[in-house]
């Protein structure tokens, strides 16, 4: 059964960094766009950042960029989320999503077909 798996949440001083890894399994992901998602508490879930099968195509939210870097590992079947400079306003549960279906970075949530269980953040001021 295909699932993805993140870890790396927690809690941190705003200013800090955080590294997310979300690890794929049960098929393969190497075709596939994955991205990050978040839902702060009480509020919808948002694209973070998108990236290409290969990783060669990025795509961020404008909240984050110049702060978080999306990777792709296809030899190690993950992704990671590096987190820096972090603000009050990125404490969230963070998901990773795969769309098989496409190359490219894809934005829009309901595009997606595998999802993650999420990892929370949380950013102290």
């Known amino acids: 059964q295909a699932q993805l798996v993140e870890s790396g949440g927690g809690l941190v001083q705003a200013g800090g960094s955080l590294r997310l890894s979300c690890e794929a399994s049960g098929r393969s992901f190497i075709t596939a766009s994955m991205a990050w998602f978040r839902q702060p508490p009480g509020k919808e879930r948002d694209l973070v950042a998108a990236?290409?099968?290969?990783?060669?195509?990025?795509y961020y939210a404008d909240s984050v960029k110049d702060r978080f870097t999306i990777i792709k590992n296809n030899a190690e079947s993950t992704i990671f989320l590096q987190m820096g400079n972090l603000k009050t306003e990125d404490k969230a549960v963070y998901y990773c999503a795969a769309d098989i279906h496409k190359w490219e970075p894809t934005l829009a949530a309901g595009d997606y077909d595998y999802w993650g269980q999420g990892t929370q953040v949380i950013v102290s001021s």
């Open positions: 990236i290409s099968w290969n990783g060669g195509k990025t």
